[in-house]
Structure formats: structure tokens, C-alpha cells
């Protein structure tokens, strides 16, 4: 509370010196942008907003150089080279637009250029005149995805935040991180959706949410890949407009659009045209229509530009080998003498030398910090941990699906096996209880990250490559905060079935029984984040239950003729994780116990050794199933852990791919 009238402070000084509109009664609340005061103009006045920001995060200049860049990707078919020897520049304070017809190569090179994608690309890529290190040009830049996700369940002021927290870290105070979350918010038109939930916003407001989060530690480079998908034509202008507003700040900003209209690509300083993997075009986009009347190709006037070069390229076959060779794939840049923002603020540009400057001076110190992330492990461990506990707790449906899922089949196994505990003539019909026991906590945390986590990893994805915190870190969080309501309801399904069934009632087996079941929903789920990091939903949807099959056969194998198990049948039960959860099970149940009730004149069973022989269990431990359990959920979640890791690199996947497609066509 201490820091509230600084955060005040602050926050209305800023807006004195910004013009940002605020509320007399509490400097603390700014007043909204509103839909309609999106245009050009508005946008390019709102970018001294933004001061606070540039002043606090620091960020040098950049201008990008590549050439000769060629990239290959393995298929079933052989080797297909995406990009041939292309060359190119794009520079800060400049919105760079990559066009080209589908298949041109413009994803792959915005992968390239951004170090997403490394293997099997030959070439130079310099920054600032220096041999680019992605130690520190990860640093820098920040990608935005197609495909990109919000964090669901966080309203946008939280989400802002949190990505404050982690992004810089203890270089700036909690009041400036407040204060620059304030005025990003305010520039992008998102303080009035301000606690509205992610999944609320509309299609605009989500990929404006997304280059808000982007913008927060001020990377001097974004890259976005096809950013107008999906919006319509107002949002995509607005979204446009803000992005030049940004470049004008100084920044290097580059994006796919695949079929701007004609006044969308007159918002572009630079244009660069990919058709077939060469460079057919790279230059100020008001000088794209003479470059193509130089070989012939006359866009009417009333034509659109980007439609002409487009239906030029995948029209006439010979066109991009022509454009190709006048501009020399790339090396060639059309320039305007002075590229001047339409109706507004001019570009922030820097001579070469001061760039190269600022630029060494900020790896120098980035070298000499050595921080791999602006946070630490634990820092990034408790962030993450509490944004899922937050996540979590308000998906109210999923946690009312996960009640009714374990009370719903707690009480129908209480009454199949209702009072069958201590009964001597069916030991064998509570053996069975505990298997159902054991396919219960299996199936349930499988099939739980099975289907969802493919998702998450889409989100992931973004955050990760951005640097926003380490695999390792997030990694434990999403361990640790999945624990308390897996304890909860596995002990909630635990108490009924175990009381309906007639188990005896002492405090040291009920414990030892939920040690078991819980411990097998932890192994379970470490399981089921295997195969959801390593499969899509659909396909891990087969993989887990065809896993889990033939683990079930084998746990419950010998079970009558338990000292007759063959050798060779016991290596192969001890391999399935499921052996020791059954065996945990019914130790703890039979385990140190008097004779059972018995009716009957004579009962087999009524002795529990004898049970516990036939079972192939009588030599058994209980704290060894504990140990083996504990194994191999090490197991699961370490081997869940790279392949993760190797899901979120690009270059896996493709390699992953070609090497199985390669393997089914040699058979």
C-alpha cells in the first residue's frame, strides 16, 4: 500500500507530460480511448504516450542485414530448398512489409531472420554491422505468431503485469512497471478493456493484447507473421497504424501480410517481395510500380499495387526470375531520399555510426551481466505458479466437471463393491476393487493433460521463444500447480469409495491406501504430459489409451497362480508402473491384518496371506511400490521435459517428420 501514491505520482505526472486524458478525483484512472479516435492522426499523436517507457527500458537501435540466405527442409520427398540466396535490410524506424503468394518463403524467413529456425540455413545475418550472437539478439527482438494465444482466464491489466514481473525483472521499480503498463494500455486503446478477461476481447483488441505484452521490456525489433489474419478491415487498419506508430519510435518492425488493400500498403516504409523463395522486389513501397514498369509490368492506376505484383508472380512463370535478377535478390534497395510518416510524426532513424555505438555499449553490457533471463528461477517459479493458481481457480466449469467426475464415480464403485472389505468369502471381489481404484486415478490424469496440454503449448510457445522465463521454470510451476486439486478430489474419491466399500476403518491403512492413489495420479499425469507434449490433442487421444492397455494387462498378471510367474513375466510387470500401484493398493489393505469375517464354514481366503500368495505379492513391501512409484514419475515427468523442450524447436519437428516419412516409404 506504501507504494500507491507514488504509483499516483507517477502516473499523473506522465499524463501531464504525455497528454494522456485522466480523471481529476484520482490521477490513478485514465480515461479510455474510444473506438472512434483510432485513426491516424489520433495514433500518431498518442506515441509521446510512451516516453515513460522509452526512458525506462532502454532499448539500442537496430538495423538487420542479411545475405545470401538459403534455407532446406528434409521431406518424404528429399531435400526442398524454401529461400535461394536471398538478400535483404531492414532498418529501425521503419514498418517493413514481406509480401509474396502463398509458398513464397515468408514464414520461413521471418523464422530465420527471428532465430527460430536455424538448421540447414547457409548464409550471413549481421545486426548493426556486427555478426549477429542470438544470446544477445533473442534479447532484443520478440516474435508474434500467427497462431498466437492469450493466457486465458487473466483480465488484460493482469496479464500485463505479469508480464512486467518476468520481463524486467528488478531493473525497474513496482511503481514504473505500473507506470509504463499504464501508458502502453492507454496508446493502445486497451485502459478500458482493462479488467476484461482475454477471452472476452475481440479478435482486434487480442492481437493489440498481444503486441501490448510483446512491448513491455521495449524490444527494439518485433517480428509478426501474418498478424492481420482473421480481422476484419477496420481492426487491421487500426492494428497497422499502430505498428507504424511504433516503428516511428525508433523500432524495427517486419510482418507478413499476405494481401494488404491499396491504402493499407501505402502505410508501409519498406516493402520486400518473395516469390518462390528469391527476392523479387526490396525498397520504398512508392517506388514498387516504376520498379515494375522497368521490365514491362505497367499496374494501372487504379489497380492495387500489392494485388498487381502478386497476380504477376503467380501468373506469369518468368516474372520472378525477372524481378529476381534486376534487383540481385535483394542486394538491390529502391530508396525514397527521405521516408516522411503521411500526416504525422516522422521516423526516429540514426546514422550508422551512432547505431553501431549504442549498439556495442548495450552488448557490452548485456555480456557482462551474464543473465540468461531478466528474473531468476525462483522468481519466474513463484510468478508462474500463482498466475496458474489464479487460472485454475476461475475455470469454475472445469473444476465442477472434475467434482461430479470423482464423486460420481466414487459412489458407483462404493456400490459395486459396497461392504466387500472385510468380507472373507470375496477378497478376490475386493482385489478388484482396487484395480478399479488403480484405472480410475490412471485414466482420469492421463487423459486430463492428454487433451489439454497440446493446447498450452501453443501458448507456450510464444512466451518461451520471447524469453520471457526458462522451460525449467515453468516446467516445475505447471508440476506444482496442478498438486492441490489433484490431492483434493483424488482424497474426496478416495474417502467415499473406501468407506462404501467397507474397508477397515483405521487411520495408517486409509493413509497408506491415498499415498497410493495419489502418488499414481502424479505418475499418471507425468505420463499423459508426455504424450500431450509429444503428440496434438487428436493424436495423443489414441497414444494415451494404447499405452495405458498394456501397462493395465500386465499389473494385473499372475493374479491366482502368484508363485507360479514365470521370470521373464515379472521383468515385463516390473516395467509397468501400474504393477506397483495394485500391489501398494492391496498391501495396504491386507497387509499386517487379522482374519477376515467368514460366514461360511470354510473360507479360502480368510486368511490374507494366503490371499497375498496367490498374488504373487506375499514377499512384497509396501515402501518399495512407494520407491518404484516415485522412479517412474521421475521417469515420466523428466522424459515429458525434453520432449517439450524438443516440441517447442521448429527444426525437431521438421526433422522428426522427414526422418518417419523417409522410414515408412523405405518399407
Not at 485514465?30 to 510512451?50: F, H, I, K, N, V
Not at 518463403?105 to 549481421?126: D, E, F, H, P, Q
Not at 546514422?351 to 533471463?373: G, N, P, T, Y
Not at 524438443?646 to 522427414?658: D, G, I, P
Request: charged share 20%; proline share 4%.
Amino acid at each position: 500500500m506504501s507504494n500507491v501514491p507514488l504509483v499516483r505520482k507517477a502516473i499523473a505526472g506522465a499524463a501531464r507530460h504525455s497528454s494522456i486524458p485522466t480523471n481529476e478525483n484520482n490521477p490513478l484512472v485514465l480515461q479510455p480511448a474510444q473506438e472512434s479516435q483510432w485513426t491516424p492522426a489520433a495514433l500518431e499523436r498518442a506515441g509521446s504516450t510512451l516516453k515513460a517507457l522509452n526512458r525506462m527500458a532502454k532499448r539500442p537501435p537496430v538495423h538487420i542485414l542479411f545475405e545470401d540466405i538459403n534455407y532446406t527442409v528434409s521431406s518424404h520427398k528429399g531435400d526442398n530448398t524454401i529461400l535461394h540466396n536471398v538478400s535483404g535490410e531492414f532498418r529501425s524506424g521503419e514498418l517493413t512489409c514481406i509480401l509474396g503468394p502463398s509458398g513464397a518463403g515468408k514464414s520461413s524467413l521471418m523464422n530465420i531472420l527471428a532465430g527460430y529456425a536455424s538448421n540447414n540455413v547457409s548464409g550471413r545475418v549481421t545486426v548493426n554491422g556486427h555478426a549477429r550472437d542470438m544470446h544477445v539478439f533473442k534479447k532484443l527482438c520478440c516474435y508474434i505468431m500467427q497462431d498466437d494465444m492469450l493466457q486465458p482466464r487473466l483480465t488484460v491489466i493482469e496479464a500485463m503485469r505479469i508480464a512486467a514481473d518476468l520481463k524486467l525483472g528488478k531493473e525497474l521499480g513496482r511503481a514504473e512497471k505500473h507506470l509504463i503498463v499504464s501508458e502502453i494500455l492507454q496508446t493502445l486503446g486497451l485502459w478500458d478493456h482493462r479488467d476484461t478477461r482475454s477471452e472476452c476481447l475481440s479478435g482486434g483488441q487480442s492481437k493489440r493484447l498481444s503486441v501490448a505484452l510483446e512491448l513491455v521490456n521495449n524490444p527494439p525489433i518485433i517480428f509478426l507473421d501474418e498478424p492481420t489474419t482473421g480481422l476484419d478491415v477496420v481492426s487491421i487498419r487500426q492494428l497497422v497504424v499502430l505498428l507504424r506508430l511504433l516503428s516511428r519510435q525508433g523500432r524495427t518492425i517486419i510482418c507478413t501480410i499476405h494481401q494488404p488493400s491499396a491504402s493499407l500498403f501505402a502505410l508501409f516504409d519498406r516493402v520486400y517481395v518473395l516469390a518462390r523463395g528469391m527476392c523479387c522486389y526490396q525498397g520504398a513501397a512508392p517506388l514498387l510500380v516504376p520498379f515494375l514498369a522497368e521490365v514491362g509490368y505497367i499496374c494501372p492506376t487504379t489497380h492495387n499495387p500489392a494485388d498487381f505484383v502478386i497476380e504477376t508472380l503467380v501468373i506469369d512463370v518468368e516474372a520472378p526470375a525477372q524481378l529476381s535478377e534486376l534487383c540481385q535478390n535483394g542486394k538491390l534497395c529502391r530508396k525514397l531520399d527521405r521516408i516522411t510518416a503521411r500526416g504525422g510524426r516522422r521516423p526516429v532513424l540514426h546514422s550508422d555510426e551512432s547505431i553501431q555505438r549504442i549498439f556495442v555499449e548495450h552488448v557490452a553490457k548485456e555480456l557482462e551481466q551474464k543473465m540468461e533471463f531478466p528474473t531468476t528461477f525462483l522468481t519466474q517459479f513463484f510468478i508462474l505458479t500463482k498466475r496458474m493458481f489464479v487460472q485454475n481457480k476461475r475455470n469454475a466449469t472445469g473444476l465442477w466437471i472434475q467434482l461430479f467426475h470423482h464423486v460420481l464415480s466414487a459412489l458407483l464403485i462404493g456400490c459395486i463393491f459396497f461392504l466387500v472389505g472385510n468380507d472373507g468369502n470375496s477378497p478376490i471381489i475386493n482385489f478388484k476393487f482396487c484395480l478399479c481404484s488403480l484405472v480410475f486415478f490412471m485414466y482420469t490424469y492421463i487423459m486430463i493433460p492428454v487433451l489439454i496440454f497440446p493446447t498450452e503449448v501453443r501458448m507456450l510457445r510464444r512466451e518461451y521463444f520471447n524469453r520471457w522465463y526458462s522451460l525449467k521454470a515453468y516446467y516445475a510451476a505447471l508440476t506444482f500447480a496442478s498438486l492441490p486439486a489433484m490431492v483434493i478430489f483424488g482424497l474426496l474419491f478416495i474417502g467415499i469409495s473406501y468407506i462404501m466399500s467397507g474397508q477397515l476403518l483405521e487411520w495408517d491403512r486409509f493413509c497408506l491406501f491415498s499415498l497410493i492413489g495419489i502418488l499414481t495420479g502424479v505418475c499418471s499425469e507425468g505420463l499423459g504430459l508426455l504424450i500431450g507434449a509429444a503428440f496434438s490433442a487428436t493424436n495423443g487421444s489414441i497414444v494415451g489409451p494404447a499405452t495405458a492397455a498394456p501397462l493395465l494387462a500386465l499389473c494385473s498378471y499372475g493374479m491366482g497362480f502368484g508363485p507360479k510367474i514365470e521370470l521373464i513375466m515379472k521383468v515385463l510387470m516390473a516395467v509397468s508402473y501400474l504393477r506397483y500401484t495394485v500391489t501398494g493398493f492391496t498391501l495396504s489393505l491386507y497387509q499386517h491384518r487379522a482374519p477376515l469375517d467368514c460366514d461360511d464354514v470354510f473360507c479360502l481366503y480368510a486368511d490374507p496371506k494366503l490371499l497375498l500368495r496367490d498374488l504373487g505379492m506375499i514377499d512384497d513391501n509396501y515402501y518399495f511400490q512407494i520407491l518404484g512409484l516415485f522412479a517412474f514419475t521421475v521417469l515420466h515427468r523428466v522424459l515429458a521435459y525434453y520432449a517439450l523442450r524438443y516440441r517447442l524447436t521448429v527444426e525437431f519437428s521438421n526433422k522428426y517428420v522427414a526422418y518417419v516419412s523417409k522410414l515408412l516409404k523405405h518399407k
